[in-house]
């Protein structure tokens, strides 16, 4: 194989990434007629339309996909060449990219992120806010941040912080006209603040005591995609809200926030970040698995 047909191979990757030239053109630096002139001369090359475009979008032919789908294992290998020369070094560098929801992003990561970068200045860290299961493989990601019990069995994952718990609470405007609710049944006769994720489905508030599991589909006068607007609706007394712990620790000390059901809420297994069985893990990645597994 001439060296040609490596980079014209690489160039078609990331066009199929990005989804666009001009998205791949900024990967990699170059002028949007080379990422168009090297696809061209590869599909001139092999007799094989390798892409189709569209004026709005650029997507794999089904040869295309089955050449990427081939490609894909080969070209991690040369990365992962590429940055073991980096960790020669001892000191790792490269792009890591995740797919995290954005409750992980709160609580698991952005209290350390500047710790990270402080001890990893070489490394780019990408963090993709999504609150649905991504395949990390087909979404081109490195790796993945999600909740242990969300997880896939074909992936390793590695706990990055300590265990979580809900709380169920309202502000003491609210329970000076509402009763406070002594099981979750009690809660058929509250005003609760839903949230719905951005698959479009509605949380069910879920309880567990001495071995007895309950799932709820509470009714409410307020639904929301955000635990921050939750927490501060509910502190304003616009009804009851179940949000993980850390979100009204403060609140509930500063008395703004009356805790109740606490025992139907036990502790459960936090976040995990996930990723594929691979011979060998990029270095950029390994540090931030070593630097994150340590939190909690």
Not at 40 to 68: F, I, K, M, N, Y
């Amino acid at each position: 194989m001439k060296r040609t047909h490596l980079s014209q191979l690489a160039v078609l990757a990331t066009v199929a990434q990005c989804g666009s030239f001009r998205g791949a053109a900024r990967e990699l630096a170059i002028a949007p007629s080379a990422v168009s002139h090297a696809v061209s001369s590869l599909e001139a090359r092999l007799g094989v339309r390798l892409l189709a475009r569209s004026t709005r979008s650029v997507a794999p032919t089904e040869e295309g996909a089955q050449l990427l789908e081939r490609l894909r294992p080969a070209l991690s290998e040369i990365d992962l060449a590429l940055e073991s020369v980096v960790e020669a070094r001892d000191r790792p560098a490269g792009n890591v990219r995740l797919t995290v929801p954005r409750t992980a992003a709160h609580l698991a990561l952005t209290p350390r992120l500047g710790a990270f970068a402080s001890a990893y200045p070489d490394i780019v860290l990408e963090i993709v806010i999504e609150d649905r299961f991504t395949d990390v493989v087909e979404g081109g990601f490195d790796a993945g941040v999600r909740l242990g019990e969300s997880l896939q069995r074909d992936m390793i994952a590695v706990r990055i912080g300590p265990n979580l718990r809900g709380a169920v609470v309202g502000a003491p405007s609210y329970f000076a006209t509402m009763p406070r609710p002594r099981h979750p049944h009690d809660l058929a006769g509250h005003r609760c603040l839903r949230f719905r994720f951005s698959s479009g489905i509605l949380y069910r508030w879920e309880f567990e005591k001495d071995g007895e599991e309950i799932e709820m589909a509470v009714q409410g006068p307020l639904i929301l995609d955000e635990d921050h607007l939750i927490a501060n609706a509910a502190v304003d007394g616009a009804g009851l809200a179940f949000l993980f712990e850390d979100y009204v620790r403060d609140a509930i000390a500063a008395g703004k926030l009356i805790r109740v059901l606490e025992d139907w809420c036990p502790p459960f297994d936090g976040f995990f970040a996930y990723y594929p069985s691979r011979r060998q893990m990029r270095p950029a990645l390994r540090a931030f698995i070593d630097f994150f597994k340590t939190a909690g």
